[in-house]
């Protein structure tokens, strides 16, 4: 029998960057970071650390976890091998899942000894998406409408978390900006899931777009994003002007509104763009909440 190669270091630590997404790690972090700066106006330790889980550990896990039982689908998907996720070796499966469990633990331990019970019940919420997301035995992304919404927490659960570990003050304004938040999350994820079709129903594994077809969902994400935009009308100034950022999302997404699950895997190009355009929409928020900052000081 011939003994199983052994994978370098250097082999493992690429796989393991590749699989944690580093294109997508600043759509966790930012929005942790931005809602606890601008609940405590400072910088401190459990800022820091909080930051710093939501940049790595936390999306190790979420994209891992997925790559690891995405796997037989994976092999399948083409566009799979770069910005949009590993194909992981199968001897890579269970050292990503160790080290995305012990990686994210230290930083857990020192989020529940600063937070309260009401923080931990939302850290504890956000971890059990990201976990049962992709693993058995509820695998909601194989949860057509609920593969979308728990994608959508993935990222609004930061700022949710550090609204609540800073004790923060909700208004119904606030609770519009998750909303609007939360609508664009469902419509990435929607759109995401177009492109994989065929790779998804050749591996059996069900999603909005298998079940609904990729025009119909095509269609959905333009709904939500441009409910998104609505949304943030209803804000406190500067904040109508971040309904603009919807339009780069939908002028990405409307030439594929015909799309057919034939063609589904065009919506490829659509995507990578997608991956742009979420830099430049952070670079405006980001000059919003610095306005929003300096008229609330």
């Keep these: 029998m011939t003994a199983p190669v052994r994978m370098s270091t250097a082999t493992v630590i690429n ?31 459990t800022f820091i650390v909080g930051t710093l889980f939501f940049l790595v550990p936390y999306n190790l896990a979420m994209y891992g976890i997925n790559d690891v039982f995405d796997y037989e689908s994976d092999l399948r998907n083409p566009r799979k091998g770069g910005a949009h996720g590993a194909v992981l070796d199968t001897r890579m499966h269970s050292i990503t899942l160790w080290t995305a469990g012990l990686l994210c633990a230290p930083f857990l331990i020192y989020l529940v000894w600063a937070g309260s019970p009401a923080s931990w019940l939302v850290l504890a919420a956000s971890m059990f998406f990201v976990v049962f997301y992709s693993a058995p035995p509820l695998r909601l992304k194989e949860r057509p409408f609920a593969d ?73 994400a333009l709904a939500c994003y441009a409910g998104a935009g609505i949304l943030m009308l209803a804000t ?62």
Aim: aromatic share 16%; net charge neutral; no cysteine.
């Design 236 to 297: 406190s100034w500067p904040g109508p002007l971040a309904a603009l950022v919807a339009l780069p999302y939908l002028a990405a997404v409307w030439p594929y509104r015909d799309i057919t699950d034939a063609t589904a895997h065009s919506a490829t190009r659509g995507w990578g763009r997608f991956l742009w355009i979420n830099q430049f929409a952070g670079f405006i928020v980001t000059l919003l909440l610095i306005w929003y900052w300096m008229l609330t000081a």
């Design 15 to 45: 796989q393991l960057f590749v699989s944690s997404r580093p294109v997508s790690w600043i759509n966790t972090a930012y929005p942790f970071a931005a809602a606890y700066l601008l609940t405590t106006r400072e910088i401190d330790l």
């Design 148 to 220: 979308s919404v728990t994608s959508s927490i993935h990222f609004f659960s930061p700022a949710v978390y550090a609204l609540v570990l800073t004790g923060a003050t909700w208004t119904w304004q606030l609770t519009v900006i998750i909303a609007a938040f939360g609508l664009w999350g469902v419509a990435s994820h929607a759109f995401g899931a177009v492109q994989d079709v065929m790779a998804d129903r050749e591996a059996d594994i069900a999603s909005i777009a298998t079940a609904r077809g990729a025009r119909w969902t095509v269609r959905f």
